[in-house]
Each structure stands twice: as structure tokens, then as C-alpha cells.
């Protein structure tokens, strides 16, 4: 469906504009993702995307706001960690924000053992396909580059 009122095409929209990123496009994008989040407010992808718009736009506060909502919505949305701690760092949070990646391995996996527990329980086998074990080690491989540029700037 390509209408308006369907919230895939009020994302793949936005993320067009985003990627031009231009500041008519990124105010646009916006308008998007919002109108996105009316449609399926409980789709943390476009709240982390309001986000990460407000922080290439230098207005990091709301930026911090916008994720920390994401972050109440999906609290295992790793991504949105990296954001918050993207984002204290900027507001010369630094330990802070160093703090939150070194937690985000650990609550990570928290996170994924307790999932793996409910499937069981479903008698389902979990052994993740090579997409899913690919993705896991990109994740810490984002989380362990951004610690490793922060801890040489601090000491």
C-alpha cells in the first residue's frame, strides 16, 4: 500500500529525506517520522529516528529527550543506548555516557537470555541463523569502537 496513511510509507519517506540531509529535508523527515509515530506510536525505530535527526541538527537536549522515550518504549533497543551515550558525550557527560556502553554488553545479554528462556519454554529450539549472529557482532563491534575512541580521549 502506498497511501499516506500507512505507516511503512511515512517511514520509507522519511528516511529518503534523512539520507538527503539537507535542513529542508531534515525538518521534512521529521514531519515523517512524526506523523509515522501517529500512525504506530509504539514503533521505536521512528522515535530513535526523531532522535537522531534532533542530534545531526546539534540540538542534542531534545535529541537525549527524544531517545530516552524510545528508550522507555523498547528498553532492550540497543541502538538507542548508543544514542543516549552518544548524546551525554556531547554534553560533556563523558563518564556518563562511557558508562551506558559499558553497560549496554551486559544488559545486551541479559536481555537475550531471557528471551531465549521464553522460547524454550515454548519448545522451540533458539539457535540463531547467521543473519541474527552476524548482527549481534556488529552491535558490540559499534559499542566497542565508540568505547575505544572515548576511553583514549580521557586519559
Known amino acids: 500500500d502506498q497511501s499516506p496513511n500507512q505507516v511503512y510509507y511515512r517511514e520509507s519517506l522519511a528516511r529518503a ?27 521505536v525505530t521512528n522515535d530513535l529516528a526523531l532522535g537522531r535527526i534532533l542530534y545531526r541538527m546539534k540540538d542534542y537536549p531534545r535529541a537525549l529527550e527524544q531517545f530516552e522515550e524510545a528508550r522507555r518504549i523498547e528498553p ?41 528462556r521464553v522460547i524454550q519454554d515454548l519448545f522451540t529450539p533458539f539457535n540463531p541463523a547467521p543473519y541474527d549472529q552476524a548482527i549481534l557482532s556488529y552491535d558490540f563491534s559499534v559499542i566497542r569502537a565508540q568505547l575505544d575512541a572515548w576511553e583514549h580521549q580521557i586519559e
Open 17 to 43: 529525506l534523512e539520507a538527503r540531509g539537507s535542513h529542508l529535508d531534515l525538518h521534512l523527515a521529521m514531519v515523517q517520522y512524526r506523523a509515522a509515530l501517529d500512525l504506530a506510536p509504539f514503533r
Open 76 to 116: 532492550h533497543y540497543w541502538e538507542t543506548d548508543l544514542w543516549i551515550a552518544r548524546s551525554y558525550y556531547v554534553l560533556g557527560k563523558t563518564h556518563r555516557a562511557i558508562f551506558i556502553l559499558q553497560q549496554l554488553p551486559i544488559r545486551r545479554e541479559a536481555f537475550f537470555t531471557y528471551r531465549n
